[in-house]
């Protein structure tokens, strides 16, 4: 190898170490390298700090078509989702709770967050995760399906219990596409009873009718 290789060649491998040395950081700081959000086993210690409050909520959130940007543009431009979706997290979470990615296109989000705010809340989440996102040139569709478990409403006021019941709702967010669902433990052996959110009030579906 001449020497004019080696020069060049000494830039790049410095920043590879560097590159490593800070995702090790991150790791052992709890934290996603590529996202900076928390990772599962940090959001669980840091949740909680939260999960004792009247008012604490834990948010499922699940992208959609994020496999279709993949499959098309290519892994970076996946990462550009999965990042610019950390950031309209971490916004929406402000000093107020965590944001974390639990792994791949899921995150999670513990905040506390009063019934009266719940519906307007979600409703800017749901219009922030609704937003393409622009990549080389490249404007990439991109979607949500969120779910959300009031810790209060839960028999048992558990963090595995909230992550179950919201990941319940965002799975009935993802059949209905209808925007965020809120899970309501009264309804846990009627289906097709679900409140989900809307623009401006929560509203209530009961076997197929709207009110």
Do not use: C
């Not at 830039?11 to 990772?39: C, I």
């Not at 940007?69 to 970076?76: E, I, R, S």
């Not at 409403?153 to 919201?166: E, K, M, N």
């Amino acid at each position: 190898m001449n020497a004019e290789l080696i020069a060049a060649a000494l830039p790049l491998a410095a920043w590879g170490a560097h590159a490593t040395l800070m995702r090790r950081r991150l790791e052992k700081a709890g934290r996603d390298p590529l996202t900076g959000l928390l990772t599962r086993d940090a959001f669980t210690t840091r949740a909680e700090r939260i999960m004792r409050r009247p008012d604490a909520v834990v948010v499922f959130i699940d992208l959609d078509r994020f496999k279709q940007v993949n499959d098309t543009h290519g892994h970076a431009a996946g990462d550009a989702v999965l990042k610019d979706t950390a950031a309209h997290l971490t916004h929406w979470t402000g000093d107020f709770g965590y944001p974390a990615r639990l792994g791949g296109d899921e995150f999670a989000v513990i905040r506390p967050l009063s019934r009266l705010e719940t519906a307007r809340r979600l409703y800017f989440l749901n219009a922030y995760l609704s937003e393409p996102v622009t990549y080389q040139g490249h404007s990439l569709p991109r979607g949500a399906s969120i779910g959300i478990a009031r810790v209060a409403d839960l028999p048992d006021r558990s963090l595995t219990t909230a992550l179950t019941a919201a990941d319940t709702a965002m799975y009935r967010a993802k059949d209905r596409a209808t925007g965020p669902v809120i899970y309501d433990p009264a309804d846990r052996d009627e289906p097709r009873r679900w409140r989900r959110t809307g623009p401006g009030a929560l509203a209530t579906r009961t076997g197929g009718t709207q009110s």
